[in-house]
């Protein structure tokens, strides 16, 4: 006895595998972990850089409004504008600017118009742009229509001509100031002196009217941004409601500007987002710039992800270089433990491969330790003598259902019941011998194994199994008037009725009077016309011949002769016949009619057949209008055989039938080709066949092999109704002339004469009458 050892000892060799994965859930924990560490660090210096921003514009305005509230009570401020003489506020303003490097200009203006300004060259590079200052200008003043360049100590070094387009009184800044008496801010607009961004601080000198105002610039606040940005990709942005941009921490083009703007303006400005821009991945942030309720500003924050999440980034890189290194070192251990657990495991897939392949006898027990593994492979063993018991039982009773089918045909049909036990012999025999060729066209053909045999043996049994749904007299129509019976003789009787009619006229004539000699002649070319045409019309419902057309009109010539009904055709008749009375008018007896006639009551409707669902399965056969069509006329001027359109749709649909009720049948994957073996018999290799109107390309071997064995066996059935049967060479020339016209497979159909086969069945199931000499090489293509 072997010593088994618990799976659960093997187990924990591979314990390894579970730090592994351990291992990676850390390293993922600790990226979300420090991603969401930093997202809300970032998110808070956002929030701190925003708010320090906001004091910081909220100190500058309001220390800017004490400076004008303070130099607003300076009388000096009153003293008239003199084009010539310095004014005696001038030093004030320059201390002023000089201590608040954004004030970039202070001045006064009056109602009339007049004013006096000081810039801060230092402070308004502008003005060396436009216009040509002495090297030492430190301040300049305009006044009036003049302008005047001083130095730092304010010595006037040149005085100018300027035309005096600036009228302040029309100003908003003017007219608010001299509405209140309290400071003034406008809203942040772009200076027309200096190009640059800021907003206007005024007020009204008490008791006067004139306004002292400064112009604070905001531009430089992009220094104090820049100290404050987060990283050299990253960018911190001032700017106005409608979106003009005042400052930023770094240059910024314009169409740049644009884009972003557009994400501003839509994003929530409580929480930081995560926008697409230029291509690359960046955090936005923006709020507004609480400074006063007057002035609209925001500030808007862009940083790249990459800054953010680099760092974090490269230690998981880390982590997962320490990882795999663990892995490659623990491959050795790994491998060892796993090899003692997967050997017992391919040894049992082997098995269980036999059990798939249905090899149920192979089946054995493995050599194994472990207990759990000795367990499993007793159960397969059992499991597989319990398969192969139920499969032998299922296979009896597929069997069974497939006699019983058969059995119901023949029941139904005795020559139909000898044609499906007779072609699958000639179809297998001839399979076996095109199986066993080792070179040729069909080398690569074989049916090998114990199921693809089976598989074809009960397609060929199963081919005709539709016909259960075919009505016998269908089948077995040998005039074309027949029916459940064979409705010449309704016909005869009418003969009848008109034969003694000519009698009865010839007697009535011979009461009246008339010459007998003359009426005995045109009783006999009556009646002799009548015997005439009855042997016509019963000649014609043999169907033994080709109907012409001249034959075809003949009969309808016939058709118009008359005779006299004299009883109710509507009673006595089934609910069925009563329903295609319907549309008929109901004459009252006697009613002269038509000696043959195509009647509305001779029509059977098509109903409930689904048009789209016969498509749909691939059905190609032309469905005729009508289920049946009994008309005495329409009938007798079949061309050709004994069946109508219909009857003949009718038959060909035993095959539609025999493919619908197999494929609805869950076969097993080893018997999946059944409906196709049994469902192509009657297809041929051009494409014409039905019902499918499948090609050469598109039949099996077996299948063109079953369309072969089918023809075959109905050519040379001798008990069929409809039909004489034919010799064993007329049969054989008939197939050679269905394959010069594609209608069966040339090849096969060579193999099918150089086997023999054809003899042997001959042999065994032909009369003795019917075996004559064949010529092979005559046959063959």
């Known amino acids: 006895m072997l010593k088994h050892i618990s799976i659960q000892k093997y187990v924990l060799i591979n314990f390894i595998l579970l730090l592994l994965i351990v291992s990676s859930l850390l390293l993922s924990l600790q990226y979300y972990s420090n991603k969401q560490l930093a997202l809300e660090a970032v998110d808070k210096n956002f929030h701190q850089t925003a708010s320090s921003l906001s004091l910081l514009l909220k100190s500058n305005i309001k220390s800017t409004e004490n400076i004008i509230n303070m130099l607003s009570l300076n009388r000096e401020l009153l003293h008239p504008i003199d084009g010539k003489s310095i004014h005696p506020i001038l030093d004030d303003f320059v201390h002023i600017m000089k201590t608040r490097k954004k004030i970039k200009s202070i001045y006064i203006a009056y109602k009339n118009d007049d004013f006096f300004e000081v810039f801060n060259v230092d402070n308004n590079p502008f003005f060396g742009k436009k216009y040509s200052l002495p090297v030492v200008t430190k301040w300049v003043i305009k006044k009036q229509q003049n302008i005047q360049f001083l130095d730092k100590n304010l010595h006037l070094l040149i005085t100018k001509k300027i035309k005096k387009n600036f009228k302040p009184s029309s100003r908003m800044w003017f007219k608010q100031a001299m509405q209140k008496k309290s400071v003034i801010k406008t809203d942040v607009y772009k200076f027309q002196s200096t190009s640059s961004y800021g907003l206007t601080y005024a007020k009204r000198i008490p008791n006067s009217d004139t306004v002292v105002a400064m112009d604070y610039a905001l531009s430089d606040i992009g220094d104090y941004l820049n100290q404050q940005n987060f990283d050299e990709s990253g960018n911190i942005i001032l700017y106005q409601n409608d979106g003009e941009m ?23 400005q409580k929480e930081m987002k995560k926008i697409m821009y230029n291509e690359s991945e960046y955090f936005t942030h923006h709020s507004d710039a609480k400074t006063y309720e007057d002035i609209k500003m925001n500030i808007g924050i862009v940083l790249p992800v990459d800054t953010l999440l680099n760092p974090y980034i490269v230690k998981i890189i880390y982590g997962v270089y320490v990882a795999l290194a663990f892995i ?3 491959i050795p251990l790994i491998l060892y433990s796993t090899s003692l657990i997967v050997k017992p495991v391919h040894f049992l897939m082997q098995e269980n491969e036999k059990i798939l392949k249905r090899e149920f006898a192979n089946v054995s027990e493995i050599d194994t ?7 499993l492979s007793n159960s397969l063993v059992s499991m597989s003598k319990s398969i192969q018991k139920y499969q032998r039982k299922q296979e009896k009773l597929l069997d069974s259902i497939v006699q019983l089918i058969a059995d119901a045909i023949d029941a139904k049909s005795t020559y139909t019941g000898g044609h499906c036990e007779r072609v699958p012999k000639i179809a297998e025999a001839l399979t076996h011998y095109v199986s066993d060729k080792k070179e040729g066209l069909f080398k690569d053909f074989a049916l090998v194994t114990p199921d693809e045999w089976r598989e074809f043996h009960i397609g060929a049994w199963l081919h005709d199994c539709g016909k259960v749904t075919t009505p016998e007299y269908v089948v077995d129509k040998s005039t074309k008037l027949e029916t459940i019976y064979n409705r010449i003789h309704e016909i005869r009787t009418r003969f009848e009725v008109l034969f003694r009619d000519a009698q009865i006229s010839y007697l009535e004539s011979q009461l009246k009077g008339k010459d007998k000699e003359t009426a005995l002649q045109i009783l006999h070319q009556t009646q002799s016309k009548l015997i005439e045409d009855f042997n016509f019309l019963a000649s014609s419902n043999e169907g033994g011949e080709f109907m012409s057309l001249e034959k075809q009109e003949r ?6 002769q008359t005779w006299t009904r004299n009883f109710n055709d509507k009673i006595g008749i089934s609910a069925d016949e009563m329903h295609r009375y319907e549309d008929t008018l109901i004459n009252k007896p006697p009613v002269r009619e038509q000696l043959l006639s195509d009647k509305q009551e001779h029509i059977v409707k098509r109903e409930n057949f689904n048009y789209e669902q016969y498509k749909a399965d691939g059905f190609k056969e032309e469905v005729p209008e009508h289920l049946y069509n009994y008309g005495e006329v329409y009938n007798l001027c079949i061309s050709k055989g004994t069946l109508s359109d219909e009857e003949r749709f009718k038959i060909n649909e035993h095959v539609i039938m025999s493919i ?17 073996y049994a469902g192509t018999h009657h297809e041929t290799m051009i494409g014409t066949g039905y019902p499918r109107k499948l090609t050469k390309e598109q039949l099996s071997v077996p299948a063109r092999i079953m369309a072969i ?8 059935a001798s008990d069929r109704p409809y039909k004489k049967a034919k010799t064993l060479s007329e049969s054989l020339r008939i197939m050679s002339l269905m ?9 096969l159909f060579d193999l099918f004469l ?16 019917q075996i004559d000499e064949v010529d092979i090489k005559t046959l063959t293509s």
């Open 246 to 268: 005042i400052a930023s921490s770094k240059s910024l083009a314009l169409k740049d500007w644009k884009k972003l703007y557009q994400f501003f303006q839509h994003k929530n």
């Open 328 to 330: 490659v070192l623990a």
């Open 369 to 375: 330790k472990i207990t759990e593994f000795h367990q």
């Open 555 to 560: 009969v309808k010539e016939i058709a118009k």
């Open 660 to 676: 619908k009720m197999l494929e609805e049948l869950p076969f097993p994957p080893e018997l999946k080709k059944i409906p196709e």
């Open 709 to 716: 064995a089918d023809i075959f066996e109905a050519l040379t």
């Open 739 to 747: 394959v010069k016209d594609k209608h069966i497979d040339g090849d």
């Open 754 to 769: 150089e086997s023999g086969i054809y003899l042997k069945y001959a042999q065994e199931h032909l009369t003795p009458g």
